[in-house]
């Protein structure tokens, strides 16, 4: 049970009590600032009988007790605990015993005040001891400290117990509260970014047939507003966190990826977080000038980890020119034109004279989703500089069209099932046939002007064979796509690119395939997440096992997952407004929809999107006709 507001996190057990051990506890920007909370009542602990998600920044625990001395298998007294994110816990007690009680409560706290990584290392260390302090306790060491204070101040504290005790009178049906605040010494509340009056996301809503989809994109919204970080050197630039509870820092290529797929939610995320990576934009004379720092990232068994500032660099003008699109003001995209064009300089210089890009260090491969990025990162960056009137989109285009013609012949390997793209080729020429969910990365073409998709690196008949794949229960868990198809040597339904089901690289198949009319997978994909969701409480995971989908399962979770995650959050955004289909041209003030014919959901109906910098909400019927029920004043709806 994860709470998040960042800085502030809390991880617990369904059981509700912080015992110390694995990852629970309090943190604040990555440090355990309490890892031990138990309570007992009269004795002894609570019995639990429920663990349930209130937001994405709080959970309600509730437990039972027996403590009248009559012999009745009925609990008389409720305890409930309300946990939040920035690091306060309300404790109730409840009677429903015939006669007034007497409840003697303690509170047993602890904590090693280590750092989230050192945690999951297994090396915590061992407990502090603790001070009186205030109205509780407070721990120190050259790491830090922390203090907890409580309301009502407890009758008494003993340090070297770590206790806390009080003892209440509750008249039948009474109850009582103690309210603790857990915080580094001296430091104020956690200001998360996410609850700030200025969100940089819409607060859009969802409705129709399927409640699963109103649940879904609620969720959805919450889970980005937790994982929301400021720049503190530009407290109006925000970006998400990769994912809690290991990744809570910016990782570029997911902050990317996850703004873009949020572009339905406004453009303010998606100009905060490129503003805040072109600050970190190589600058100088050498081969990596112009390049968005990232790190390496496993990339499976077959192929080496593979540069996500490779990924990173080619998404910067990919959703700059989407941005755009959406309806990003003018000043903004002029602002931050510079550092996509070097981003471009940066893709054709590593080319070269070479048809590919390949990975930017010797004997790198040549991967298939780099050539899709950078084939699209060349044809959206040359729109968008022709549209600023800046030079360069000429030679863009050129080199992805000889990208295009190469990759259809040299990079697409024929067999009598009907070919295949391959996964990459090495630096000895030989081409990599594992068929994986990278490959979904060639049907993301990206959006250019008037509601057109720019062109693909397949053509028609390659493009419906990959939907073919796709589709097949090869690759169709029933709960998502798979990393690494299950007939492929070496398929492993948990690994992180070697089957498990990757929520962002489904999403992109859905908004694909539905894009390029394939709608029976799209919809088989689309159903299957949505049934995963459900069973995850609608806070979907970055991954889940790739096991088959049978009457009566249910996805198993993966056990180094993020979740929430910024890919697997937006991607629930991206999902539903792919039923829409909606394409804007803020610049030219068009909006064009291409529904899903079908209507995999019945009728929806979205409300609060953001086109155009105005509310945008539309509804699909049942017959899977489009109807715009609010936009900006002048945005013309293009057939």
């Not at 409300?607 to 509804?619: D, E, K, N, Q």
Request: glycine share 12%.
């Amino acid at each position: 049970m994860i709470c998040v507001a960042l800085p502030g996190l809390a991880i617990s057990t369904d059981q509700g009590q912080l015992t110390g051990r694995g990852l629970e506890g309090f943190y604040r920007a990555g440090r355990r600032v309490l890892s031990r909370c138990q309570i007992t009542v009269a004795g002894r602990e609570p019995l639990a009988v429920q663990a349930r998600m209130i937001t994405a920044d709080s959970v309600r625990f509730v437990g039972t007790l027996r403590v009248s001395p009559q012999g009745s298998p009925d609990p008389d007294v409720v305890v409930e605990r309300i946990r939040h994110a920035d690091g306060t816990e309300r404790i109730t007690l409840r009677s429903a015993a015939v006669r007034p009680l007497r409840l003697p409560v303690e509170v047993a706290l602890g904590t090693d005040l280590a750092d989230l990584g050192t945690i999951a290392c297994g090396n915590p260390g061992p407990e502090l001891p603790a001070s009186v302090h205030d109205s509780g306790l407070r721990w120190s060491s050259a790491k830090g400290n922390s203090a907890v204070t409580a309301d009502p101040p407890p009758t008494d504290a003993l340090a070297s117990a770590g206790l806390l005790r009080w003892e209440f009178a509750l008249p039948p049906g009474g109850s009582a509260s103690i309210e603790l605040r857990v915080r580094p010494d001296r430091a104020g509340p956690v200001r998360a970014v996410g609850r700030a009056a200025t969100s940089p996301l819409a607060p859009a809503r969802a409705a129709g047939d399927d409640p699963r989809a109103e649940a879904l994109l609620r969720t959805s919204i919450e889970d980005l507003q937790a994982l929301l970080l400021r720049d503190p050197a530009h407290p109006s630039d925000t970006h998400l966190a990769a994912g809690v509870p290991w990744r809570c820092g910016l990782a570029p290529a997911d902050a990317l990826a996850a703004a873009r797929m949020t572009l339905p939610l406004g453009t303010r995320l998606a100009a905060g977080t490129l503003r805040t990576l072109a600050r970190t934009q190589l600058q100088g004379q050498g081969p990596q000038s112009g390049m968005i720092p990232g790190p390496m990232r496993d990339a499976g068994t077959y192929l080496p980890p593979g540069c996500t500032g490779t990924e990173a660099t080619l998404l910067f003008p990919t959703l700059l020119a989407e941005a755009r699109r959406w309806g990003l003001p003018e000043a903004e995209t002029d602002e931050l034109l510079p550092a996509a064009e070097r981003c471009l300089t940066w893709l054709l210089t590593t080319a070269g004279h070479d048809t590919y890009l390949r990975d930017p260090h010797p004997g790198g491969p040549v991967r298939c989703e780099t050539q899709a990025h950078a084939h699209r990162a060349a044809l959206l960056g040359a729109d968008l500089l022709d549209a600023c009137g800046r030079p360069g989109g000429a030679e863009l285009r050129q080199w992805a069209g000889v990208l295009r013609t190469a990759f259809r012949a040299e990079l697409w390997i024929d067999d009598v099932g009907g070919g295949r793209p391959a996964a990459a080729r090495a630096a000895d020429g030989r081409l990599v046939p594992q068929l994986g969910a990278a490959a979904v990365h060639l049907l993301d073409t990206g959006l250019l002007g008037g509601g057109e998709r720019a062109p693909g690196l397949l053509d028609k008949v390659q493009t419906e064979q990959l939907a073919r794949l796709l589709g097949a229960p090869a690759m169709d868990s029933g709960w998502g796509l798979r990393g690494l198809g299950a007939k492929e040597a070496g398929h492993n339904p948990f690994g992180h690119r070697g089957g498990a089901v990757r929520v962002h690289t489904t999403a992109l198949a859905v908004a694909g395939l539905a894009a390029a009319d394939y709608e029976k997978e799209a919809s088989a994909l689309l159903r299957g997440v949505l049934a995963a969701a459900e069973a995850f409480g609608h806070r979907l995971p970055e991954m889940y096992a790739g096991e088959q989908r049978t009457d009566g399962s249910a996805p198993l979770p993966h056990p180094a997952a993020c979740r929430p995650a910024a890919t697997s959050a937006a991607a629930g955004v991206l999902l539903l407004t792919s039923l829409a289909g909606i394409r804007p041209d803020a610049p030219g003030g068009t909006v064009t929809l291409r529904p899903m014919r079908s209507a995999p959901l019945g009728e929806i109906v979205l409300t609060g999107l953001r086109v155009a910098g105005a509310p945008f909400s539309i509804r699909v019927s049942r017959l899977g006709l489009a109807m715009v029920e609010e936009a900006a004043d002048g945005l013309q709806l293009r057939a």
